[in-house]
C-alpha cells in the first residue's frame, strides 16, 4: 500500500500551548515552537492519518470487533468525549476544528490512541479489562488526545526523518510535495516512542482537561495503580510505550493542587 503511514498512537496538528509556568512548575523543560515540525505539514499528516484510520475501522469491522453506535461502552466513551473536546481550544487552536470522532475496538489489547485531526480509539481490553471508571477513562482520554495537541509525534517524525533522510533529501521531498516518500522512512511507526518530557506534559495537560471536563484527577492514581499491576503479566503495548512506576504517580499527585479547583468549579457549573 503506497504513500501509508501507520498511525496507531497519537499523532496531532497545531499547537497554541498556554500553560508554560505549569510545565516550569513540573520541572519539564517547555520548547519554543519548532521550524523543525514545519517539515511535517500538519495538513498531510491529518489527511494520511484519516486514512489509516479509516483502515483500522474497515479491519475491525470486517472482524466484528468494531462496536456500532448503540454500544453502550461506546455511549460512554463518546459522552465522556463530548465533556472534553469543548476544552482543547486551550491548548490547540486548530483543534476546535476539527471532525473529532470516538470508536471502540473489540480486543485484549489494553490500549488506547488519538491520531491527528481528533481521530480517537479505545480497546474493550483497557475499559473493560481494567474495569476503568469514567474519571479513569477521562484521565486516559485526556493524555492521548494531550499527545495529539502538542504534536509530539509530528516532532518525532521531523526529527527521525532528519536523521535518516538528511535535511537536505528531506526539504526537497517537501518541496516537490512528495510528503509520502519522506513518511515512509520507518514503515510503521507503532513503537515511535516519546520522551519523558512528552510523558509528563501529556500527564499535566489530560489532568487539566479531564478535570475541566468534570472529572476527578485524582482519577490518575488509581489508574496507574491499575495498570502496574496489569503490566506484571506483560505484552501492553500502551503501557510499554508510557514511561510508569511510583515515580509517575508522584508527579500526578504533584499536580493535583493545581487542577482539583478546575475540577471542583466544573462540578459545581453541572447539573445534579
Given at each position: 500500500m503506497s504513500a501509508r503511514i501507520f498511525l496507531p498512537f497519537l499523532l496531532a496538528g497545531c499547537c497554541l500551548f498556554p500553560t508554560s509556568q505549569l510545565m516550569a512548575q513540573a520541572?519539564?523543560?517547555?520548547?519554543?515552537?519548532?521550524?523543525?515540525?514545519?517539515?511535517?505539514?500538519?495538513?498531510?499528516l491529518e489527511r494520511q492519518a484519516n486514512l489509516e484510520y479509516r483502515q483500522i475501522l474497515r479491519e475491525a469491522q470486517a472482524k466484528g470487533a468494531l462496536a456500532p453506535p448503540d454500544h453502550p461502552q461506546l455511549q460512554r466513551l463518546r459522552g465522556i468525549a463530548a465533556r472534553l473536546i469543548p476544552h482543547v481550544g486551550r491548548f490547540n487552536r486548530d483543534a476546535a476544528r476539527w471532525k473529532w470522532e470516538?470508536?471502540?475496538?473489540?480486543?485484549?489489547?489494553i490500549n488506547a490512541f488519538c491520531m491527528p485531526g481528533g481521530k480517537i480509539a479505545f480497546y474493550t481490553g483497557l475499559v473493560d479489562g481494567l474495569k476503568l471508571s469514567d474519571d479513569e477513562i477521562a484521565v486516559v482520554m485526556g493524555h492521548e488526545m494531550a499527545h495529539a495537541l502538542r504534536e509530539h509525534a509530528r516532532s518525532r517524525i521531523a526529527k527521525?526523518?532528519?536523521?535518516?533522510l538528511g535535511a537536505?533529501?528531506?526539504?526537497?521531498?517537501?518541496?516537490?510535495?512528495?510528503?509520502?516518500?519522506a513518511f515512509r522512512f520507518g514503515g510503521n511507526l507503532l513503537t515511535l516512542?516519546?520522551?519523558?518530557?512528552?510523558e509528563t506534559e501529556a500527564d499535566i495537560i489530560g489532568l487539566d482537561l479531564a478535570a475541566r471536563?468534570?472529572?476527578?484527577?485524582?482519577?490518575?492514581?488509581?489508574?496507574?495503580?491499575?495498570?502496574?499491576?496489569?503490566?506484571?503479566?506483560?505484552?501492553?503495548?500502551?503501557?510499554s510505550s508510557h514511561p510508569s512506576g511510583e515515580n509517575r504517580i508522584e508527579e500526578i499527585q504533584a499536580q493535583l493542587p493545581k487542577v482539583m479547583p478546575l475540577y471542583e468549579a466544573a462540578r459545581a457549573g453541572q447539573p445534579r
Open positions: 520541572g519539564v523543560e517547555v520548547d519554543k515552537p519548532s521550524a523543525l515540525r514545519k517539515l511535517v505539514p500538519a495538513a498531510e470516538v470508536n471502540l475496538i473489540g480486543s485484549k489489547q527521525a526523518q532528519l536523521t535518516q537536505g533529501l528531506l526539504g526537497s521531498f517537501i518541496g516537490d510535495g512528495r510528503y509520502a516518500e516512542k516519546f520522551s519523558r518530557d512528552d471536563g468534570g472529572y476527578d484527577p485524582r482519577a490518575g492514581i488509581s489508574l496507574w495503580q491499575k495498570m502496574q499491576r496489569a503490566s506484571q503479566g506483560g505484552g501492553i503495548p500502551w503501557f
